[in-house]
Structure formats: structure tokens, C-alpha cells
């Protein structure tokens, strides 16, 4: 039985590192991932800036269910490039994160062991350059208030590292936060308590 994360890891910074094995290539990328759109986008421009590379091969992770990724061998035989990636941002328990590895062709067959060990080393060498942060679950939550009160409830969003998604301010305010998952509770109550004095 999987017990609910309080905490996940990621990386907060872009990273890139290079292997080379009998004349060919690897150049790994790493990205902070947020949506499949995104990695949409970040594909096409890595793409774009290697477009003689013989594969552009990948995997993402997204989510702290841990059921929505994806690995790509980009041609190279099945199963020896995508499931590596994915493989090494598995066993650093990492999400919300791309590993992209272009290859350049080096005129030498690796074989299926060779190919599977490239795309791992590369990407073990570009979890290597970034950080790896350990961020809190969050649960979005909207508060509607009368303005007198902002400050109070300010001071608590404040103090418990909550993240403000929006704020609007009329006769009513109106805030959406993310909320650390171990502290909602707490939150939820002082934030309640201010509101329904």
C-alpha cells in the first residue's frame, strides 16, 4: 500500500551533459517539467537547434501518482533508449521532469547493451549537473473574505509557505492558494477562524 507524499523531488533548473562512446554523441537535457504542452514545446526546440542529430530521444514524468509518463526511443530499436531515461529519473525518485538525450551517429554500432548503457550514462550525467529539491505536495484552496481581514490572512499564507495562484480584491477578496499538503489542515482552520470572526 503506497502511503499519500507529503513531499515529492524535482529539479527547479535546466541541465545539459555530454557522453561520448565510439565516436558517437549523447548530449542529455534536463528540464523542469509542468504540463505535456510544455514538453511539446521544449522538444521542438531542442529539435530545432540539433536538427542533423540522428534521434532526439526522451522521457518525461509527471505528476506524484506516478502514472503519467512517457519514454520514446525515436528509432533507435525498441526499448533501448526511452525505458533508460526513464529508468534513471525512476531511481532518483524524480517528477515533473524531461530528460531529453540527442544522439549524433558516430559511424560505429553500439548493439542493444551498448545503446541501453549510452542513453542511462547520459542521463545519470545530467542528473549529476542539476540540483535535486524536495518540494511539499500542495492542495489548491480558494478563500472568499472581506477586505478588513486581508492582512490576517496574509500573514498566514505567509507563514506557512503557501503559494498565491490569484488574488482578486473588490468589495470581497477573493485568494487561491496552494496550501503544503502536512499543514492544510491548519491553514484551513486559522484561515476559517479569521474569515468567520
Known amino acids: ?18 557522453f561520448k562512446v565510439k565516436g558517437s554523441n549523447f548530449i542529455a537535457y534536463a528540464y523542469p517539467l509542468n504540463s ?21 530521444c526522451f522521457a518525461y514524468k509527471l505528476g506524484i501518482d506516478g502514472n503519467n509518463f512517457r519514454a520514446n526511443d ?11 531515461i526513464l529508468g534513471q529519473i525512476n531511481s532518483k525518485d ?8 540527442v544522439r549524433y ?3 560505429t554500432l553500439l548493439g542493444v547493451s551498448g545503446l541501453i548503457n549510452a542513453y ?6 545530467v542528473l549529476q549537473t542539476t540540483p535535486i529539491i524536495q518540494k511539499p505536495v500542495e492542495i489548491i484552496h480558494e478563500f472568499q473574505y472581506d477586505y ?20 482578486e480584491q473588490k468589495l ?26
Do not use: W
Open 36 to 56: 505535456v504542452e510544455e514538453f511539446k514545446t521544449i522538444l521542438k526546440d531542442v529539435k530545432k537547434e540539433h536538427p542533423k542529430a540522428v534521434h532526439h
Open 172 to 197: 470581497f477578496c477573493l485568494l487561491t492558494i496552494s496550501i503544503p499538503k502536512a499543514r492544510i489542515n491548519e491553514v484551513f482552520y486559522k484561515i476559517k477562524d479569521i474569515i468567520e470572526r
Open 120 to 125: 542511462k550514462t547520459a542521463t545519470t550525467l
Open 105 to 107: 551517429f558516430g559511424g
Open 1 to 18: 500500500m503506497n502511503k499519500e507524499k507529503d513531499f515529492y523531488y524535482t529539479i527547479t533548473q535546466n541541465a545539459k551533459a555530454e
Open 148 to 167: 478588513t481581514k486581508i492582512n490576517e490572512v496574509m500573514t498566514i499564507v505567509k507563514q506557512y509557505n503557501c503559494t498565491i495562484i490569484k488574488h
Open 94 to 101: 524524480l517528477t515533473n521532469i524531461l530528460v531529453i538525450v
Open 74 to 84: 525515436d528509432g533507435e530499436p525498441s526499448g533501448t533508449a526511452g525505458k533508460p
